[in-house]
């Protein structure tokens, strides 16, 4: 279990929160045993949950109820579920840098398995004037990629849609160094792609799902200049089926690797 660390709840959100249900559970004398009993969940989410990883809305909910915050915590809960535009995606990433587990399906290589000029050209297609700094958001990207040189990787399985393979980003040279890449990552026994070919049904846009540390599962959907991180159960498992059915329409992993040896020929210069 958790030791119960100082909090700042200026700090962030997360920690806001972490100080709201200490504070209250301390107010009404209860040990975090006694908290967890009432909600019926574990002593070791609710020392968590005083840490800064917040609870999803349904334990939200019942934390609020019984100690009697008035809606407060099942509020904050829902604002940390609706990110502003441009923030949306933070979140996310902090909770993917400590994923147990990384469930996604995408239309172009998922940033954890990008080259840095794989990244760069999409980058670059996706903010034409550069408003925001390329290179800076490459460098974060490829340290993000980190994670998985840990002594506990974790389980990442990606669905890619065929035509993040055959349509050039950036040029022939860039497509193929980026598709050598996810050869050899796929080599490593936590990493996995199966290739959605076009001739199946697709959705329009991605979605990662994510399970955490606490067994908590989260889903987060992106479109072309939106995005929404979801923390909810019930909309959780909806995205969950969605990519069950895309999974299940995939290539298999050896089939997919075959796939991509494949179309490393259509590179060529």
Known sequence: MPAENEIDPSESLESFIADLVRD????LGWRQQDLAAKVFSSTTRI???????????KLGRQIDQVLELGGKLANLLTIRDRVAF??????????????????????????????????????KLEDPDEVTDIESSVQRRSERQAVFDGPQPPWLWIVLDESALTKVMGSKRIMREQIEWLLEAT????????????????????????TLPSGDRTAYTEGFGTGRYVVE????????????????????????RKFMR???GMHDD
């Open 233 to 256: 159960a019930t909309e959780v498992t909806l995205f969950q089926k969605i990519y069950d059915r895309l999974h299940a329409d995939a290539l298999g992993v050896d089939e997919s």
């Open 86 to 123: 441009r923030d949306y995606a933070q979140g996310f990433l902090r909770d993917q840098a400590r994923a147990r587990a990384i469930y996604e399906f995408s239309l172009v290589i998922p940033g954890l398995l990008q080259t840095p000029e794989y990244a760069r050209a999409i980058m």
């Open 187 to 210: 080599e490593r026994p936590f990493i996995n792609v199966q290739v959605l070919r076009t001739d199946r049904a697709v959705i329009r846009g991605s979605v990662s799902l994510l």
């Open 262 to 264: 494949d179309v490393l």
């Open 47 to 57: 020392s968590e949950i005083e840490n800064g990883d917040p609870p999803d809305l």
């Open 24 to 27: 209250a559970r301390k107010r």
